[in-house]
């Protein structure tokens, strides 16, 4: 059974800091991009970030460039997201996603909320 499992998401104040963690299983995880991608409150997904299955290049949105950090461990099947100065507009559900090719996302998580405010 494939599962994507994120955690660590939560309540922040504005220009703090969290770190999401993606756990993967039942699938060859080294093989596939891994993608975080969000919905904020009564909007649609937005792409967040990315990183390589192949040579571990990572990609970024413009509106979390600078600000966010995406790794992967492949021997714990696990992605991050380091996410630093959070800002409101950085409110959302977070979720990761495996894509095997740029075509599509294979798999997605259940979600991980995050939510920045004072």
Same mark, same amino acid.
């Given at each position: 059974?494939? %599962?994507? /499992?994120?955690s660590?998401?939560?309540?922040? %104040?504005?220009?703090? !800091? ?9 699938? #060859?995880? *080294?093989?596939? @991009?891994?993608? $975080?991608?969000? %919905? &904020?409150? =009564? ?5 967040? *970030? &990315?990183?390589? !299955?192949?040579?571990?290049? @990572?990609t ?5 460039? =600078?600000r966010? @950090?995406? *790794? ?6 696990? /992605? ?16 990761? &996603?495996?894509?095997? #090719? ?5 798999? $997605? =998580? %259940? =979600? #991980?909320?995050?939510?920045?405010? !004072?």
């Amino acid at each position: 059974e494939v %599962q994507l /499992v994120e955690s660590g998401g939560g309540l922040v %104040q504005p220009g703090g !800091s969290l770190r999401l963690s993606c756990a993967a299983s039942g699938f #060859t995880f *080294s093989r596939y @991009t891994m993608n $975080w991608v969000r %919905q &904020a409150p =009564g909007k649609g997904l937005e792409w967040v *970030s &990315a990183i390589l !299955s192949s040579n571990g290049d @990572t990609t970024y949105a413009d509106s979390v460039k =600078g600000r966010f @950090t995406i *790794s992967r461990d492949n021997a714990k099947n696990t /992605v991050y997201l380091q996410m630093n100065s959070l800002k409101p507009e950085d409110t959302a559900v977070y979720y990761c &996603a495996a894509a095997r #090719t740029l075509a599509t996302y294979d798999y $997605w =998580g %259940q =979600g #991980t909320l995050v939510t920045v405010s !004072s």
